[in-house]
């Protein structure tokens, strides 16, 4: 089966295939594979290996990526170890793929070339690598652009997510100084958490190229001697809410600035400690 009827049977499945959506669930369906009774697919014609396969332009029996692939399940250990000089992760990526089973290279290869192509026709298409992400933090509705994991970043999104880096800030800022107001932490290379003010939080901006906020909430179970157990909730207050900053486009730089409810029952390990 080549690419085209492969793409034609998922466009039954769900018409929106060409999308940032509609790729990007393609891509988490392809992740989900090896455990299908786990997942809702949107694109159900995967479960067929040869319409999978196809996306990768492996099953024909003629391209040269069908040879890798034997390689590698002939010897997994040797193909890790003959990764490049700069990539240092050789022998640690095989100890994984004997946690995760011997077709894990296999498996990993296969779905990085699916998604390679992916992106290649989302290039081609100009389909956009972000989404909008709607959230209601403290009863403050609010929309932003994010970036979608496995889709590429084209050049007019980034002129969206830099664009909204203002917005983003101040909505961040206007939930931390409601009422009860919450701490507010830069966190360092550490992780250590070093109290600062809004001004902190507005300095950064000018500096910034993608802004995104995201809030943690949990109910703590104690397990044993000061040992607790959190279970995510979700919470119109919630426990923290943290601004992350992309400093370059390249993922290398971040700035992040955490904000805690100020009710000290939100942590209640601390109390114990006491």
Request: hydrophobic fraction near 40%; charge should be negative.
């Amino acid at each position: 089966m080549s690419p085209l009827p492969a793409l034609q049977l998922l466009l039954q499945d769900n018409p929106n295939l060409f999308t940032t959506e509609g790729l990007s669930a393609l891509l988490e369906d392809c992740i989900r594979l090896k455990y299908p009774e786990r997942h809702k697919f949107t694109y159900p014609s995967l479960l067929n290996q040869q319409v999978y396969l196809s996306l990768a332009n492996l099953g024909n029996g003629s391209s040269e990526d069908e040879e890798i692939v034997r390689r590698i399940l002939s010897d997994p250990k040797g193909w890790c170890m003959d990764a490049p000089a700069e990539v240092k992760e050789g022998a640690k990526f095989y100890d994984m793929g004997k946690m995760f089973g011997p077709r894990f290279g296999t498996d990993l290869f296969i779905y990085h070339t699916v998604r390679d192509n992916i992106q290649e026709l989302q290039k081609r298409l100009g389909i956009s690598g972000v989404r909008m992400r709607n959230i209601s933090v403290r009863d403050r509705l609010f929309s932003f652009p994010t970036v979608e994991d496995q889709l590429i970043t084209l050049d007019e999104d980034r002129l969206t997510l830099q664009q909204a880096v203002p917005e983003i800030i101040k909505y961040f800022v206007s939930l931390v100084q409601m009422q009860p107001a919450y701490k507010l932490f830069l966190v360092d290379e550490k992780e250590q958490k070093i109290s600062v003010s809004v001004i902190a939080v507005e300095n950064a901006a000018s500096k910034t190229v993608i802004a995104e906020v995201y809030t943690e909430s949990y109910n703590w179970e104690l397990t044993g001697a000061n040992c607790w157990r959190g279970k995510s909730v979700e919470r119109l207050d919630p426990d923290e809410i943290r601004l992350t900053l992309h400093l370059d486009w390249d993922e290398n730089e971040f700035i992040f600035f955490d904000a805690h409810h100020p009710d000290p029952k939100r942590c209640p390990w601390l109390e114990t400690a006491e």
